[in-house]
């Protein structure tokens, strides 16, 4: 997700009668930004319908923690994987399905507890949310066996999707119409920040006092963000209308899932092999475990500034940057597969790697809300669904190849298999853009 340090606007002009109808038109978005909810009318906060600039940024920041909490727990355990199989005296393929079962987890809850929380209030249900992350993190710290540990990993993951649809829709409303993409962009921003900062601290705690305390960190994160929303957000009432059944209704368009397909193979490359990333870099690359969090911070920058890149181009046309993005990730990973073994060159075709995957995001979220303007809520957590369900395929898939002795290259090549479907999937989401009488690569 892209970083974004604009201001934070305020809304304070009036709302006309069409806002609070919940038979509005929703138009197509596109953006610099994967703006989840930007298709959704704003309503008034209970209680507040003003808000100070202060106070609008005081809410979206304490949101935006949340996502910084959710970075470092999804992203930190792929660079310790060597201290958690020793832990766990398991072999480096089940050591990858801890990694993709939070994927998992992410994948089952991000739609149910969306859709659970479509009528409720939605301050109350993040901080629900929230503590549901909390408690499973506690849970995994102290799973005594690898299967616990399983169930605990999938159990973290179950909030991720649905804490991001349902932050992103109270920092959308706060903003007000015209500027919600401004103020999505801090609250997801933190899972950014988090690949940059917070991975290769808490992948350097994990390597000096134990992996485990990553669970720990993430969970404390979690608690000051719980006690940030509590005290700083406003509590907003979901918009008039809105239920389960619409929110199903509007999901029901094949390009949708057309779109969802592409997303999980445009990402399942890079989670191929960054879910090995530490076995890559210590065992194929020859450098020393102590320069990992180094290691995992290029990547993160290059994620960063990917998202950069995605936005500026998805400005111009959204399936033509996924096009060009999944076609530089095939050709990275065809040359991470050649070279990875170059202890100096390894970290630049990551940092390439991550840039190339990372510059996917905004045009693949943009795109799903174009294709579903009815089902925002939904459309919103099928992003964070299809991108942990291609690290779950990634990881597992990188995990069979290296157990069946192809070696530490093999997750490369299947990445590059992926991204090369994903480049025949996007000509044929193209091709029914045409049928609908679209610009091909809008």
């Not at 009668?17 to 704003?42: K, M, N, Q, R, W």
């Not at 025949?424 to 029914?432: D, K, Q, S």
Request: proline residues 5%; hydrophobic residues 55%; aromatic residues 10%.
């Amino acid at each position: 997700m892209a970083t974004h340090t604009a201001e934070i606007p305020v809304r304070t002009e009036q709302r006309s009668p069409a806002e609070h109808d919940h038979h509005t038109h929703y138009a197509p978005v596109s953006g610099p930004l994967a703006t989840v909810t930007a298709a959704i009318p704003v309503v008034p906060t209970h209680g507040r319908p003003n808000m100070t600039r202060s106070q609008v940024a005081l809410a979206i920041l304490a949101l935006s923690i949340g996502g910084f909490a959710i970075g470092v727990t999804e992203f930190a355990i792929m660079g310790l994987q060597l201290e958690a199989i020793a832990d766990l005296g398991v072999t480096e393929a089940q050591g990858g399905t801890l990694v993709a079962m939070y994927a998992f987890g992410v994948v089952v809850g991000a739609p149910i507890l969306s859709l659970l929380g479509a009528k409720r209030e939605r301050r109350s249900y993040g901080l629900f949310l929230l503590a549901l992350f909390i408690a499973a993190h506690i849970f995994s710290f102290f799973a005594p066996t690898y299967e616990t540990m399983l169930i605990g990993r999938f159990l973290s993951g179950m909030p991720h999707g649905a804490y991001f649809a349902c932050a992103a829709l109270m920092a959308a409303h706060m903003a007000g119409p015209g500027k919600r993409a401004r103020a999505i962009a801090v609250v997801l921003s933190g899972i950014a920040i988090a690949n940059v900062a917070g991975v290769p601290v808490v992948t350097w705690v994990g390597q000096e006092f134990g992996w485990r305390w990553m669970y720990m960190i993430a969970a404390a994160l979690a608690l000051v963000t719980w006690f940030a929303v509590a005290t700083f957000a406003p509590r907003m009432e979901a918009p008039e209308g809105a239920s389960v059944r619409s929110e199903i209704r509007g999901a029901l368009t094949w390009r949708l899932w057309v779109g969802v397909i592409l997303a999980v193979f445009g990402f399942c490359g890079m989670f191929a092999v960054y879910s090995y990333i530490s076995h890559i870099t210590v065992r194929l690359a020859g450098i020393d475990a102590q320069y990992l969090p180094y290691v995992v911070a290029i990547f993160g920058l290059g994620m960063v500034i990917g998202n950069f890149i995605g936005g500026y181009f998805t400005d111009k046309s959204v399936l033509g940057t996924v096009l060009g993005a999944a076609l530089a990730v095939a050709v990275l990973m065809l040359a991470f597969s050649a070279f990875a073994h170059i202890w100096w060159l390894m970290p630049i075709l990551l940092f390439l790697s991550g840039l190339a995957a990372s510059s996917l995001g905004p045009a693949m979220q943009t795109h799903l809300i174009d294709m579903a303007p009815n089902a925002p809520q939904l459309a919103a957590s099928f992003q964070h669904a299809a991108f942990n369900g291609s690290n779950a395929i990634g990881a597992l898939l990188g995990g069979w190849v290296i157990a069946a002795g192809w070696g530490l290259r093999a997750p490369s090549m299947v990445g590059a298999a992926a991204a090369v479907l994903g480049v025949l999937i996007t000509l044929y989401a193209m091709y029914l853009n045409r049928r609908h009488g679209e610009p091909a690569t809008s």
